[in-house]
């Protein structure tokens, strides 16, 4: 029989949705799903899965070392048929470095993981998002699971079982900790999002972009210039093919021109709307409903007729 | 202190087609250095001008990579190490990070890697991590803010909602994302001496050993996406298209 299935996420946000993964795969290998949790078991996990807790004598989630080193110790002695990773920038870090140390297989960042001849698939973007790479590894191996890739299984964990390893001192030291911005998953499962791009001219009037999200219920995103360039926005608020992948029932993109490198982040969003005074902008192509005009009139026209229902 | 940037060729996304059958075609495609890669080069080189030393550009491809390699040349880099790889002999990730690995200790005296978070043309950000696992060195994920004094690296990292500054002693592996710094531009000088200086060529097959991870990990297809999506235009005064929109948004059921 194969060994078990993993599934391991770093934001509690993504934990059901890679647990319901992992149990799928699971099915198909005719193996054993377990969701691993380190360092203590997140409240209101939903896994169906048996719960196994990883502790270390340091804090394993403290760094991507020791939590690729707990995960190490933990399959070195059980064996695994499949590790499976949420997508943070963390969880690509520790599904590399478990990759490279038990030299498996990593199909990278994707969606729709099959069994195929007792191979593990899954599908990718690739080119910004423009074209579908479908890769396929023997098992065991190890993959990161697309956020909104699955629907996070609606069920209380089993019973957690706990298991000691010993993971050396970390070859990376934290010396300061300072809070930053929201955290990324906030937004990766946002249900509605208003997006702000270069078309505001000064920081004080996304003022425009946050109304609009209050009338709507939604996240408010922006595209990279905006947290990196910028600084108007933590860089937790970016969308885009180096930021957060969405999937927005509503995906609203304000002053937003829309470069690959952001489309690709927002292409599985249910309905995109744009708003953009260019009409030539790429933006447009890839939306279900567009208005061309000044985003200060636009927005706050739109905003009203909102509010009015 | 000796600095190795790991330097990517990557397909031009933006301008890469998609064949009848919808497969990409990689044929004669323009190719770059991986956006992302600019940030590690820039990087490195900076790191060069404040405390003395050489670059070192590696890169792993086939024989159009020279092309990412003179541009990072042009940037600043020292010298530069190609690993040649034609198409049908390119690794996956793990494999690509065990070659460049392999590369890193044939150059020897390497005090610092320098890779990006991603390529642009695959972005799975997972080869850098990689290579300093196969050099047992360690590694700071998603640098934006790098010092060394010789002995240490010390980053800026914001990662989880949270900056932390992250330190480890030298030799080690960063990743830098973009915010890191703005990418120089090359001056054309900069650029015509970049072609003059010399790039070594190392043979793939030279740099495999017994120990070569080979997991059996190909890519089976690659086709385009189809993206139908309605694209219609709201009209009129400001006013009158939100409400239009407005409309159009509560029939589809999204508010």
Not at chain 2, 200 to 207: F, H, N, Q
């Amino acid at each position: 029989m194969t060994g078990a299935v993993l599934s391991y996420s770093e934001s509690p946000d993504l934990a059901g949705e890679v647990a319901a993964a992992g149990q799928e795969v699971a099915k198909m290998l005719g193996a054993e799903a377990v969701s691993l949790e380190l360092d203590e078991v997140s409240p209101g996990l939903l896994t169906a899965n048996k719960v196994v807790l990883v502790k270390g004598e340091l804090p394993l989630e403290a760094i991507a070392d020791s939590a690729a080193a707990g995960i190490l110790e933990l399959v070195k002695a059980r064996g695994f048929g499949a590790l499976l990773i949420a997508e943070t920038r963390f969880g690509t870090i520790v599904a590399a470095k478990v990759a490279a140390r038990l030299r498996v297989g990593s199909l990278g960042k994707g969606k729709k993981l099959r069994v195929d001849e007792g191979r593990l698939v899954i599908e990718r973007d690739v080119y910004g998002g423009r074209f579908t790479a479908t890769v396929a590894s023997r098992l065991p191996c190890v993959a990161v699971v697309q956020a909104g890739a699955y629907e996070a299984a609606d069920a209380s964990p089993g019973p957690a079982e706990s298991v000691a390893v010993t993971v050396g001192e970390p070859k990376v030291a934290i010396t300061q900790t300072k809070q930053g911005q929201q955290g990324e998953a906030g937004i990766k499962s946002a249900l509605k999002i208003v997006s702000a791009g270069r078309g505001f001219a000064r920081k004080e009037d996304l003022v425009i972009a946050q109304d609009l999200a209050s009338a709507l219920g939604a996240s408010l995103g922006c595209s990279r210039p905006l947290s990196s360039d910028l600084g108007w926005m933590g860089e937790e608020a970016h969308i885009g093919l180096t930021g957060a992948y969405v999937h927005p029932q509503l995906y609203v993109a304000i002053g937003i021109s829309g470069q690959l490198q952001h489309v690709a982040g927002i292409k599985d969003s249910k309905v995109i709307v744009a708003i953009n005074k260019d009409a030539h902008a790429p933006i447009f192509q890839v939306a279900d409903y567009g208005i061309v005009g000044d985003l200060y009139e636009v927005v706050p026209a739109l905003t009203k007729a909102l509010k009015q229902g | 202190m000796n600095i190795v940037v790991l330097v990517k060729s990557a397909v031009d996304e933006a301008e890469l087609k998609a064949d009848q059958s919808g497969h990409p075609v990689l044929k004669g495609a323009a190719t770059k250095m991986s956006a992302f890669d600019m940030n590690g080069v820039e990087e490195a080189v900076k790191l060069k001008e404040k405390n003395g030393g050489t670059v070192i550009v590696l890169t792993l491809g086939g024989p159009e990579a020279k092309k990412a390699i003179k541009e990072a040349m042009a940037m600043g880099g020292t010298k530069a190490v190609h690993v040649l790889a034609e198409a049908a002999d390119a690794p996956d990730s793990l494999g690509t990070a065990y070659c460049l690995a392999q590369a890193i200790k044939r150059i020897g005296a390497v005090d610092l890697v320098v890779s990006s978070e991603g390529a642009s043309d695959t972005y799975q950000g997972e080869v850098g991590a990689m290579v300093a696992e196969f050099l047992d060195l360690p590694f700071i994920a998603y640098a934006k803010k790098v010092e060394t004094d010789g002995v240490k690296v010390r980053c800026e990292q914001g990662l989880r909602g949270t900056v932390r500054v992250l330190e480890a002693r030298l030799p080690a592996v960063v990743s830098v994302v973009s915010e890191a710094n703005v990418p120089r531009y090359p001056t054309l000088l900069q650029v015509m001496v970049a072609g003059k200086k010399a790039i070594e060529d190392v043979p793939i097959a030279s740099l495999k050993g017994p120990d070569y991870p080979d997991t059996g990990t190909v890519v089976v297809d690659v086709s385009v996406q189809s993206a139908s999506r309605k694209r219609v235009i709201f009209d009129g005064t400001p006013e009158e298209a939100a409400r239009k929109l407005a409309g159009a948004l509560k029939q589809e059921g999204v508010l």
